[in-house]
């Protein structure tokens, strides 16, 4: 994973956070995800809303995409809950806030948050900073990727019994992994214990994306070229697919943005949805 090595959060990370707080503060209810804590952890300057990458109308699509996919993971983690698991890996867990909001459900896991040292110790103290604390089901698993460090053995050393099956989840990772290192992730889940899910987006190659935010995706792909984090790795649904059982996956789906559109935005008056053809999911069980 090529996360910028730092002592605070990735931009990258921040920008998400602060697009799902944008999302509560001017989209009209039903808000398909409430999640302000990232707003919160990050207390950025009271006019943080007109900066650019916070323009309502150019974000719009965008921070749709991005309540969407943690709208849909968080209801599969609750669903696999409900069917008795009980641990859940989230690798580059950025400003994730599912331990702070839905502790009810979290409790009744081991959720295990991996990410680089810096910004990890940073979150950890603004979370004990804010009164949130750090229960002893949550676990950060610190783990340096840029100095090889390999994040099972790190799971496996912070409590995760891997006897157990999990559900893992890798959200806005693989367009910054090698193909060579998304396949090595793919096998690695896929060799955790029969009955685990791995959630995970991807990116599709950008001239299959709607027009209306294809100038987006090549601007965020320039700055993040710029940014010394670019984006190496797109994929059709039917190449992560193919990849996802080459790995050793039982089964594998592609959950599209359409399917995200149907669950989760009909009915709404504000034409608010995700875009088609471009950040969308594999789910995979072992």
Do not use: C
Not at 172 to 189: I, P
Not at 202 to 229: C, I, K, N, W
């Amino acid at each position: 994973m090529s996360i910028k090595r730092d002592v605070s959060p990735d931009s990258t990370a921040a920008r998400v956070a602060l697009w799902r707080a944008l999302h509560v503060e001017i989209d009209p209810p039903p808000h398909v995800l409430e999640d302000e804590i990232g707003l919160k952890l990050l207390a950025p300057d009271k006019d943080w809303r007109s900066r650019g990458d916070m323009d309502p109308q150019f974000t719009r699509p965008f921070r749709a995409s991005i309540v969407a996919r943690a709208r849909f993971i968080e209801d599969l983690v609750i669903e696999q809950v409900g069917r008795g698991l009980s641990q859940y890996v989230i690798l580059g867990a950025g400003l994730d806030s599912f331990a702070q909001r839905r502790p009810q459900i979290a409790s009744r896991l081991r959720v295990f948050e991996i990410d680089q040292p810096g910004p990890q110790a940073w979150k950890r103290q603004r979370l004990l900073e804010l009164g949130f604390g750090i229960p002893d089901w949550l676990r950060f698993v610190p783990v340096d990727f840029e100095a090889g460090e390999n994040w099972r053995d790190a799971l496996v050393t912070a409590g995760f019994d891997a006897s157990k099956p999990a559900i893992v989840v890798s959200t806005g990772v693989s367009m910054y992994l090698t193909k060579d290192a998304n396949e090595d992730l793919l096998r690695q889940v896929a060799a955790f214990a029969p009955g685990s899910t791995l959630a995970m987006t991807f990116l599709l190659p950008l001239e299959m994306a709607d027009p209306e935010v294809r100038s987006g995706l090549e601007m965020a792909q320039r700055g993040a070229r710029a940014s010394g984090t670019p984006f190496l790795s797109f994929f059709t649904p039917l190449e992560i697919l193919a990849l996802a059982h080459g790995a050793g996956f039982r089964e594998a789906q592609h959950v599209s943005a359409t399917d995200l559109t149907r669950r989760y935005f009909v009915g709404r008056t504000d034409d608010l949805r995700p875009p088609n053809n471009t950040e969308e999911l594999l789910v995979a069980n072992t």
